[in-house]
């Protein structure tokens, strides 16, 4: 399967991401002072590299750190367009959960099932690792998840994922009533399943203290480096608006913004998520909606819906809508739409809060296939394109990814390089024209059947 094409590559039109698009009032930019943190200088001249990886989310930052470790001699150069952190790596809602990548596996052999358990952990397992190695502060708190059901239908689907999940030696707990009111109060929740696997954290501060990590292993990072054209070959040539790299192997980790450069076009399609942050609750708000525990809060509103308690009180919550523009447009900027959607879902939450004011809007790009299903692996006639893609939720999903690149560089053949995310065939997602309607199709079947 060839996921690229150079004919799509050398359109100069096509000036990659529109990057800049974006609200920038990201609460998590701010809580990371990223205004006054040290971007680095863009690529300029010529260089050469072992490896070239574009992109500064976790994909790209996981992989420049387990490939140093696993080839502490070559040279390794990461070019992001923005700063590190700036995509989605630094605007998402802050979930980690650890069994992101179970799904679709009740039917497999036992043993295999225990295996994909311990690789689905093997991505917050990093982040700890990175916590505690290297004194990352990213808010990290490992409290567990608690899904809420908002009518009966979505009882039944958590009484299922309780079921599954026990196929898989993980416990979880579901509540109802009294019991539920001991994790939240909201006259919305009929019902609740506590999951004591997975962490919330402000992921900017994470994607920020990886790139000082990276650094620190002796990755060369250029940042406000917009990588316009890629000419894959033998040696890679990668152009940016200053400069340019040669590199034998390139990484390409740009998520959502792969087709900008004539990557996997018909496979993976972006989707943007919107996000709001209150301001911080008082003590007495707090006890008046019970969410004493600080997990995780998803729910059912969409297929990932989410909210997280910050450390500074406030309620971030996001994902009413998962919003696809024609032509896989990266975002029309500030859809204002979805985030009244959000602010109307909030206070149906907790009309308890009403009157609570929103501190923050902003938004972020993703990526779907039609499958769900994320994917990472080597490509290109040369066997020497290394990517991950399509991880709609992926914070835990691309640290995995970063490492199964490098085990993959390595030619190792391990439970990893054999996932059943390496390599695999992307569904096709339909004509550009009309993937409007297959993504519409898909997102359907994924609500309701999936
Ligand atoms: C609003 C939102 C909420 C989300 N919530 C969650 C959540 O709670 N939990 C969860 O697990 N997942 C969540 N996700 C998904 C998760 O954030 C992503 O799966 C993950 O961050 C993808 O990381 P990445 O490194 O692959 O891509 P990105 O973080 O998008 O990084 C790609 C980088 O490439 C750079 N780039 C792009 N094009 C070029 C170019 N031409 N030249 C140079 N650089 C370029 C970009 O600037 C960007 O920094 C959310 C996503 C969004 C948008």
Not at 120 to 141: L, P, Q
Not at 188 to 208: E, S
Not at 351 to 362: A, R, Y
Request: charged share 25%; net charge negative; aromatic share 10%.
């Amino acid at each position: 399967m060839k996921y690229f094409s150079r004919s799509h590559n050398n359109d100069k039109n096509l000036r990659p991401p529109d990057l800049y698009e974006y609200f920038v009032d990201n609460f998590w930019f701010k809580a990371a002072d990223l205004e006054n943190q040290k971007i680095n200088e863009p690529l300029r001249g010529s260089h050469k590299a072992d490896v070239v990886i574009v992109g500064g989310g976790y994909t790209g930052l996981s992989a420049a750190y387990h490939i140093r470790e696993k080839f502490p001699d070559k040279e390794v150069l990461l070019v992001e367009g923005a700063c590190c952190g700036y995509g989605a790596s630094g605007r998402n809602g802050g979930f980690c959960i650890a069994t992101d990548l179970i799904r679709n596996l009740e039917s497999v052999d036992p043993e295999i099932r225990q295996k994909n358990v311990e690789i689905s952990y093997y991505g917050m397992n990093f982040i700890k690792r990175m916590i505690a190695e290297h004194e990352i502060d990213c808010d990290f708190e490992e409290n567990g998840m608690l899904g809420v059901a908002l009518n009966d239908k979505q009882v039944s689907e958590l009484e299922e994922y309780e079921a599954r999940l026990k196929k898989f030696g993980l416990e979880s707990t579901l509540l109802r009533g009294d019991q539920l009111e001991t994790e939240i109060i909201s006259p919305r929740f009929k019902a609740g399943l506590v999951i004591p696997h997975g962490a919330i954290l402000n992921p900017a501060k994470l994607a920020r203290e990886m790139k000082r990590v990276v650094e620190e292993c002796g990755v060369v990072v250029k940042e406000r480096s917009v990588v316009t054209r890629i000419t894959p070959g033998k040696v890679h040539h990668v152009e940016t608006e200053l400069g340019e790299v040669q590199a034998p192997v390139l990484v390409l980790a740009v998520n959502a913004y792969a087709h900008k450069l004539g990557f996997f076009k018909d496979r993976v399609f972006p989707v943007s998520v919107f996000q709001i942050a209150t301001e911080p609750l008082s003590q007495s708000q707090w006890d008046s909606i019970g969410w004493q525990n600080r997990r995780g809060l998803y729910d059912m509103r969409t297929k990932f819906s989410y909210s997280i308690p910050s450390t500074d009180g406030r309620i971030v919550i996001g994902g009413s809508d998962f919003t696809y523009y024609a032509n896989d447009a990266i975002s029309s900027g500030n859809d204002m739409y979805v985030t009244k959607i959000i602010k109307r879902d909030l206070f149906s939450f907790f009309p308890q809060l009403e009157g609570l004011k929103i501190d923050h809007l902003w938004g972020g790009t993703t990526t779907y296939t039609l499958d769900r299903t994320p994917s990472v692996g080597v490509m290109g006639e040369d066997q020497n394109i290394y990517y991950g893609v399509g991880m709609s939720e992926g914070v835990p999903t691309t640290q995995t990814f970063g490492r199964i690149i490098a085990d993959l560089m390595a030619g190792e053949e391990n439970d990893y390089t054999n996932h059943y995310t390496v390599n695999r065939d992307i569904p096709y997602a339909g004509p550009t024209g009309l993937r409007k309607y297959f993504v519409k199709g898909g997102i359907w079947v994924m609500e309701n059947l999936g």
